[in-house]
T-cell receptor, first 110, second 115 residues
Framework: QKEVEQNSGPLSVPEGAIASLNCTYSDRVSQSFFWYRQYSGKSPELIMSIYSNGDKEDGRFTAQLNKASQYVSLLIRDSQPSDSATYLCAVRAAGNKLTFGGGTRVLVKP | DVKVTQSSRYLVKRTGEKVFLECVQDMDHENMFWYRQDPGLGLRLIYFSYDVKMKEKGDIPEGYSVSREKKERFSLILESASTNQTSMYLC??????????????FGPGTRLTVL
């Protein structure tokens, strides 16, 4: 069983809709959670981090964390074609190492 | 802004060659990391370093070594390249904060092809 699980997609959403991405993790002591966006052929770029239960909003992005259920999600509101990318969930349990999920590919259709 | 640079965007080498991949960060970060990314396997940690001349093995260190002689530079070495090391190699760095908030920033990546 992979430590960080994501649906690989593609998640197809119409322009202007909400894209909802989920990530589950297996290590209960995980403390830090990150969402990275990766365009095809490019490197990952950080879009959100979240450390405590609840919601965290940044522009059109909202991260949601539920440590009891061991999942973290990312909502993209008013999805734009430029949001078409692969979104990587990353989890840190202890120390400096991150464990990445396989990524969810998002396609926003005009 | 954090800037992490890698020496080459694309590299083609032959089986058995010794390959050096260089990574430089300009933000005085303590931690540096090397990952490889393959379709279907995601990002996997090869090695990381939390201080000059300090290194720790990641999840897939076999066939690789690293060097960190200066704080800003972290090199990944393939002692004898093999075709199964064809991959995208990504370097990352982080400030090295204690606690939860330490964040990794990635370089542009090096796509290595071993023939």
């Amino acid at each position: 069983q992979k430590e960080v699980e994501q649906n690989s997609g593609p998640l197809s959403v119409p322009e202007g809709a909400i894209a909802s991405l989920n990530c589950t993790y297996s290590d209960r002591v995980s403390q830090s959670f990150f969402w990275y966006r990766q365009y095809s052929g490019k490197s990952p770029e950080l879009i959100m981090s979240i450390y405590s239960n609840g919601d965290k909003e940044d522009g059109r992005f909202t991260a949601q964390l539920n440590k009891a259920s061991q999942y973290v999600s990312l909502l993209i509101r008013d999805s734009q074609p430029s949001d078409s990318a692969t979104y990587l969930c990353a989890v840190r349990a202890a120390g400096n190492k991150l464990t990445f999920g396989g990524g969810t590919r998002v396609l926003v259709k005009p | 802004d954090v800037k992490v640079t890698q020496s080459s965007r694309y590299l083609v080498k032959r089986t058995g060659e010794k390959v050096f991949l260089e990574c430089v960060q300009d933000m005085d970060h303590e931690n540096m990391f090397w990952y490889r990314q393959d379709p279907g396997l995601g990002l996997r940690l090869i090695y990381f370093s939390y201080d000059v001349k300090m290194k720790e093995k990641g999840d897939i260190p076999e066939g690789y070594s690293v060097s960190r002689e200066k704080k800003e530079r972290f090199s990944l070495i393939l002692e004898s390249a093999s075709t199964n090391q064809t991959s995208m190699y990504l370097c990352a760095s982080s400030l090295g904060l204690a606690g939860d908030t330490d964040t990794q920033y990635f370089g542009p990546g090096t796509r290595l092809t071993v023939l």
